[in-house]
């Protein structure tokens, strides 16, 4: 049975075949590098990561390419005087180029804590600014883009026009009718300088205070966010690519500026398979930096922020959003990350459990009803991933297994009540979906998160002792933990590090 998909540019869920198979390319809209990564943004990356280790699983050779935006991305759509990146290094008082690198490795961090596979390559926007002047300059030589006062714009309108006729409009991927966004823009910076309202930057002229500033035909200047994307992409996947991946909130403007540009230079649309993830709200609410619950994904790991009940290990997290398949809407909350921490609990207690055993199953005292509804448990767990990758039923189909394994560990259920073959199969198929697609860290895993996050703790109250000069709390703290062998050492920074022995 074959890989089905849904395709947000045809509204409808499709067979999925490569352009040059086994081989596959995907592109996934990475981090804009000017803050740390929160809840939101960790349901793209562990979406498309089990997308990656799926194809794979399948046969697939697969270049995963997922950049790391680290210029050109403004601060709202619309105002595109000054980007994150350089708004942000002023506030920091860092080197643009040192704030990135804080930021690009703090989210690496965050993506080995959940487990994430790297990309096989990882472009940054500031690498590949002369792919980017290139494709711009294509684009005006084609007349569907100008110059105003140093700053270059694409033209909307004709592009519309002239592709409408062609059956692609620009509004083909989100559905929006080009009035309907015109409508929707707001009156914003550099109106003056545009044709039209929805015309949106290519190139932007850096003003004196700019700091991240390059060379190009048009004068000193840093480029959009949407052109970065169209040209690491075409750069290292082709002109046309198979799948193309990011969250909902991506699909207007980003993904469809993508489009645009990518069809005006190459004349072709630049991905067939266009898969989008629902977001994440917060006990029912949208988030977001206005809402004031945005929680950093530091946080969750450790507890410390006031909508946290307690901290919430990586592979809860994970587990957590693989509960929902990518398209649904899921929503955090305690109760729930709670739940999901017990479930997951109870999943790899079996499984580690079964793991170990080698005299499971028999060919004489079958229980023919019960090994047929193991058989068909585990092999559906094929079927669901096939159906766009529904990741919720495999772990449904999950947890009606664990009880039966309970029954075999505890002995309700003879262990030779399974076929051998039956028994060898749930094994196998539990070990790939845990393991290596779904990627699941062992309890065991999990204990020592939950040792790193008591011993940070100890390290705070060690900390808020030594602040008011309580050097008895703070000197015992330090002796008993290296009692344990636990060193504690001071940094110059002011921090505390702490190595196991
Ligand atoms: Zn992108």
Request: aromatic share 10%; net charge negative.
């Amino acid at each position: 049975m074959s890989l089905k998909v849904y395709n947000s540019l045809t509204r409808q869920k499709e067979e999925f075949k490569p352009i040059n198979p086994p081989y596959v390319g995907m592109y996934v809209c990475g981090p804009t590098v000017s803050g740390e990564s929160h809840l939101g943004h960790a349901r793209p990356f562990i979406t498309f990561d089990v997308v990656y280790r799926y194809l794979m699983h399948l046969g697939y050779k697969v270049r995963y390419v997922r950049n790391i935006t680290d210029a050109g991305h403004f601060e709202e759509e619309g105002r595109e005087a000054e980007d994150k990146i350089s708004k942000k290094a002023v506030l920091e008082k860092l080197e643009p180029m040192e704030l990135v690198q804080k930021y690009t490795n703090l989210y690496h961090w965050a993506m080995s804590q959940f487990n994430n596979l790297p990309p096989s390559i990882e472009p940054t926007a500031t690498g590949h600014i002369v792919e980017q002047i290139e494709m711009i300059k294509k684009i005006i030589a084609d007349g569907y883009a100008y110059e105003a006062n140093g700053s270059v714009y694409f033209d909307v309108e004709k592009y519309n026009t002239d592709f409408s006729a062609k059956g692609q409009p620009y509004g083909i991927l989100s559905g929006r009718v080009l009035e309907e966004q015109i409508e929707s823009t707001r009156e914003l910076d550099n109106q003056d300088e545009k044709r039209n309202k929805s015309d949106f930057a290519l190139w932007k002229k850096a003003p004196a205070e700019h700091i991240m500033r390059w060379q190009s035909p048009w004068g000193e200047g840093f480029p959009g966010w949407h052109i970065e994307c169209s040209a690491m992409s075409t750069k290292y996947l082709g002109e046309e690519f198979d799948i193309h991946g990011g969250g909902m909130d991506l699909q207007f403007p980003h993904h469809e500026c993508e489009i645009a540009q990518s069809t005006v230079c190459n004349h072709k649309l630049p991905a067939r398979y266009w898969l989008h993830n629902n977001m994440i709200t917060i006990n029912g609410k949208k988030m977001g930096k206005s809402y004031g619950n945005q929680i950093m994904l530091s946080q969750m790991f450790s507890g410390s922020h006031p909508l946290l009940d307690q901290p919430y290990a990586p592979s809860t997290i994970r587990f957590f959003i693989l509960q929902s398949q990518y398209r649904s809407t899921l929503d955090f909350s305690n109760d729930a990350l709670q739940g999901s921490e017990k479930a997951l609990r109870r999943l790899m207690e079996a499984f580690e459990w079964l793991q170990q055993q080698d005299h499971i199953g028999s060919t004489g005292q079958v229980d023919p009803v019960l090994d047929e509804k193991v058989k068909k448990l585990v092999t559906e767990f094929d079927t669901f991933m096939n159906d766009d990758l529904n990741t919720a039923k495999v772990i449904a189909n999950m947890f009606e297994l664990v009880p039966i394994i309970n029954s075999i560990k505890d002995k309700h259920i003879p262990a030779g009540a399974l076929h051998t073959d039956t028994a060898g199969l749930l094994k196998k198929q539990l070990s790939i979906y845990i393991l290596d697609i779904f990627a699941l860290q062992s309890s065991k895993a999990d204990n020592n998160h939950k040792l790193e996050g008591v011993l940070e703790l100890l390290i705070n109250i060690r900390k808020e002792a030594k602040s008011r000069k309580d050097f008895v709390t703070s000197d015992k703290i330090r002796n008993e933990l290296a009692a344990l062998g636990v060193q504690l050492k001071d940094e110059k920074d002011g921090g505390t590090s702490f190595t196991i022995q």
